[in-house]
């Protein structure tokens, strides 16, 4: 961060360490009590650059605006500017006693420069990934003893991210969240998140929603959870998601989803499925581990046929079968080649694994 101050500012500075120090709340023989906070004895401006994403990011300028005292009530402003950015928030204190109010005035950052700066920083699996949308902020509270309290809010409406290379983008996402600043940044923060269509190369969903709170940067409960997929649906029970390091472990309720989304999860069995299922499934992601698919119980939907087509997997299922069975149902070796679909009963279960 580069700083840029007068030397005018530098010499208020300076003067007013040195009253601080000598004890400019009160005269040396003073009983002693309690330090009260005091808003600093300068006025003027201090500007500055900040580049959150280091040098190659986007470069912020602020300026921090001390005005004189009036009517023992001094008032502060801040302001950053960014052609993607723009924020302006202020403060009023007491002279005598530090205590005041602060409030954001004005928040709006446009996402879209500052996810393609940080892409290259996420990975390289990040690399293409653009975004359209504004985060509002807002919120306001007071301040004692040179502490601030109330609340901050974030929200982002219609927004879109996208990666045009790797096929996928996710419209209509709206986020909501409210921060007590007190508890930054390890605090509680409930958010809220809603998707209106999740677009990828191997699967479809939408009207995705998600009530979860935010543990800083260690985890996040969520409490609410329900997607769309496939003409099905698919909630979850609470679970909670680990930050560091990333995991998620969660039990999946299906209502009528389409089988085929399930090849997700096992890619190299089947090539081709068709059908609906419902019933529960654990479902578990690491960055170690990957995608892993853990105890449930599925039951095919009754309404229309079910059929599995296997990867070439020569043994799959005759490896283990006697002599006389593979005589009387000699296209078993068919079916896990690939050669020839399997058709299942629509009553048929599918048990924990």
């Known amino acids: 961060m580069c700083l840029l101050m007068s030397r005018r500012f ?22 002693v009590r309690a330090p009260v906070w005091l808003p600093p004895v300068l006025s003027g401006n201090l500007h ?13 300028d602020w300026t921090l605006t001390c005005n004189p005292p009036e009517g023992g009530v001094r008032t502060l402003s801040l302001v950053v500017e960014h052609p993607s950015v723009r924020l302006r928030a202020s403060a009023t204190l007491a002279v005598a006693t530090g205590d005041g109010t602060w409030k954001i005035d004005e928040g709006r950052i446009d996402i879209g420069p500052w996810l393609a700066a940080a892409a290259p920083l996420l990975g390289k699996d990040m690399a293409g990934l653009s975004a ?8 306001g509270g007071s301040i004692r003893r040179g502490r601030p309290e109330g609340a901050v809010g974030i929200s982002l409406k219609d927004a879109t991210v996208r990666n045009a290379g790797q096929g996928w983008s996710v419209e209509g996402v709206t986020i909501g969240a409210e921060a007590d600043v007190a508890s930054l940044p390890d605090g509680e923060m409930p958010v809220g998140l809603d998707v209106r269509t999740i677009t990828t190369s191997r699967f479809g969903a939408r009207n995705f ?17 329900r997607v769309e997929v496939a003409g099905g649906e698919v909630t979850a029970d609470p679970f909670t998601v680990s930050l560091a390091p990333p995991a998620v472990k969660a039990k999946l309720h299906m209502t009528r ?3 085929q989304d399930l090849l997700l999860f096992v890619p190299t069995a089947l090539a081709e499925a068709r059908g609906k299922i419902d019933g529960d499934l654990e479902l578990s992601w690491s960055r170690s581990a990957g995608v892993q698919v853990g105890d449930g119980v599925l039951m095919l939907d009754k309404a229309e046929p079910t059929m599995l087509r296997f990867n070439p997997s020569p043994g799959l299922i005759t490896a283990n079968l006697p002599p006389v069975v593979l005589k009387h149902y000699p296209g078993l070796a068919k079916i896990e080649t690939g050669e020839s679909a399997m058709l299942l009963p629509s009553a048929l279960r599918v048990p924990r694994t």
Do not use: D, I, N
């Open 48 to 60: 500055g650059r900040l580049c959150p994403l280091g040098e190659e990011g986007p470069r912020l």
């Open 10 to 31: 530098v010499q208020r500075l300076r003067l007013t360490v040195l009253l601080l120090a000598a004890g400019g709340t009160g005269a040396a023989s003073s009983p």
């Open 209 to 225: 929603s998600m009530k979860a709170v935010a543990h800083g940067t260690r985890s996040v409960s969520v409490g609410a959870f």
């Open 257 to 259: 989803v389409g089988l």
């Open 132 to 139: 359209e949308g504004v985060v509002v902020l807002s919120g």
